[in-house]
Structure formats: C-alpha cells, structure tokens
Nanobody
Framework: QVQLVESGGGLVQPGGSLRLSCTASGSIRSINTMAWYRQAPGKQRELVARITSGGSANYAVFVKGRFTISRDNAKNTMYLQMNSLKPEDTAVYYC???????????????WGQGTQLTVSS
C-alpha cells in the first residue's frame, strides 16, 4: 500500500557532491519522521540523518557539516544533499519513514530498496 523509492545514487569522485531523493507513494494519511541509513559491505546499517515532519533534523557525527537532510511534505519527498564526499561514504543508502496510512491512526516503518553510492577516483 505504501512504497518508498530512492533515487540519485551513482559513482562520484572524492570531494564531489550528489543528492539522493526518496519519495513515498500510496494511500498516506501522514508521514512522521523520515531518515537516511547506509550500509557498507561487512558493516552494520547505520543512521546517517533523520528529520521530523516539522523539519527538525539531526545527523551522525561522521557526516555533520557535509550532508544536509531536507523534505518537501507536499511532495512526500525527502532529500539528502551530500557534499565533500569521501571514499568511506561508499555504501548502499536506504530511505526509511514512519508512515500513517489512510486506513489507520498508527504509524508503520517502511523501507526503500536502497541506492548505491560509490565514491572513488
């Protein structure tokens, strides 16, 4: 009923920039917190950034000052602007959101399929 789709991943040189997008679709009453996670090979999934429905954001220490999370509630879309990219940023980036469907008053966590970011020269 509810789907999250990420886009914008790819190959970027160190120091480069890229913007990821995540769009929620389906029968949605509201979207609470949205977040970006990432998982590198052999590593645990980790939180990158999180943003509330009102636009309050927080970040992991390793991206503070380089990444910016934002959202457009009218479009049910979240973004992650990534600047000054480093090879260690290479990972699959996942979109997550707590969504209240139109048929419910309770939020449920949804995950996208992920998009690959590779930072390499």
């Amino acid at each position: 009923q509810v789907q999250l789709v990420e886009s914008g991943g790819g190959l970027v040189q160190p120091g480069g920039s890229l913007r990821l997008s995540c769009t929620a679709s389906g029968s949605i009453r509201s979207i609470n917190t949205m977040a970006w996670y990432r998982q590198a090979p052999g590593k645990q999934r980790e939180l990158v950034a999180r943003i509330t429905s009102g636009g309050s954001a927080n970040y992991a220490v390793f991206v503070k000052g380089r990444f910016t999370i934002s959202r457009d509630n009218a479009k049910n879309t979240m973004y992650l602007q990534m600047n000054s990219l480093k090879p260690e940023d290479t990972a699959v980036y996942y979109c997550a959101a707590n969504v209240v469907p139109t048929t419910s008053l309770f939020g449920t966590d949804y995950w996208g399929q992920g998009t690959q970011l590779t930072v390499s020269s």
